[in-house]
Every structure is written in C-alpha cells, then in structure tokens.
C-alpha cells in the first residue's frame, strides 16, 4: 500500500490545498462531493500535484513540510511552469 500527498488546486478561485491519503481517487472524489469541510466552499478541485511513499509517517512529514513556509515556497518552485501556464 502507498500513502500519497497530493496538491489540489481550486477550479473557482485557484487556491490550493495539502493533503495525504492512502486512497488518491477517492480522496479526490471525496473533495469534489463536498465531504470535507475545508474544501468544500472551494469545490470543484482539480489534482495538480501528488507524491507516493511506501510509509504513512514519511507521507504524514512530507504533508506537513509542504504546509509550511518553506515547503509552500517548493511548491511554487517546483510547479512553476504549470502556475505560469495557467
């Protein structure tokens, strides 16, 4: 089993949310349904980003690297192109 981070980027305003899960597909589906509170107002999503570990804990450290500072500033940097692009 993989545990994946993900980045999401709003449809309607193109804010962007960190998560991670061990079932992608779903999860996705999950946010554009509205089962989660803190994308729901947000809806629709689109997955920008996502990223595979073989352990819960490093997915759990990565997601939570990502939300911070430095990691959001990563974001940018590694997706530049796309947020350019679109």
């Known amino acids: ?4 981070v993900y980045i999401l980027q709003s449809i309607k305003d193109n ?8 079932r992608l597909r779903g999860r996705l589906e999950d946010h554009n349904e509205g089962k989660s509170m803190s994308t729901k107002a947000k809806r629709p999503w689109k997955l ?3 990223e595979a ?4 804990l490093d997915a759990l450290n ?3 690297y990502l939300k911070s500072g430095y990691g959001r500033r990563s974001i940018n940097t ?4 796309y947020f350019d692009n679109n």
Request: hydrophobic letters at 25%; proline letters at 8%.
């Open 62 to 64: 990565r997601e939570k």
């Open 1 to 4: 089993m993989f545990y994946y």
């Open 53 to 56: 570990y073989p352990n819960k």
């Open 48 to 50: 920008i980003y996502f």
């Open 78 to 81: 590694m997706l530049k192109n």
């Open 15 to 22: 804010s962007k949310y960190i998560g991670s899960t061990p």
